[in-house]
């Protein structure tokens, strides 16, 4: 059974921290190219960034380059994503995403974790 599990979601003042975790299962996780995403209330889904677990070969949104870092544990299945100085705009469910590098039709998408930044 594919399961995409986030957690580390919560409230953070402006220029606060958090770090996102995203556990994966029943799959095989450098098969996939991982990614982060985030919807705001209102807005479209929006891309964040990704990376391949296999090369370690990231790429971010230019919204959140210099200031998030995505990573991944190959041996425990998991990727992070590290957010720094965390802006009000910021606010939005932020999901896991999983893409078989050779066949795009297979992906799974992980259920959310909310991300609050306010004073």
């Known amino acids: 059974q594919v399961q995409l599990v986030e957690s580390g979601g919560g409230l953070v003042q402006p220029g606060g921290s958090l770090r996102l975790s995203c556990a994966a299962s029943?799959?095989?996780?450098?098969?996939?190219?991982m990614r982060w995403y985030r919807q705001a209330p209102g807005k479209e889904r929006e891309y964040v960034a990704s990376?391949?677990?296999?090369?370690?070969?990231?790429n971010y949104a230019d919204s959140v380059k210099g200031r998030f870092t995505i990573s991944t544990d190959n041996a425990k299945n998991m990727m992070y994503l590290q957010m720094n100085s965390l802006k009000p705009e910021d606010t939005a469910v932020y999901s896991c995403n999983a893409v078989h590098k050779i066949f795009p039709n297979f992906y799974y998408w992980g259920q959310g974790t909310q991300v609050t930044v306010s004073s």
């Open positions: 029943g799959f095989t996780f450098s098969n996939y190219r």
């Open positions: 990376i391949a677990s296999t090369d370690g070969s990231t």
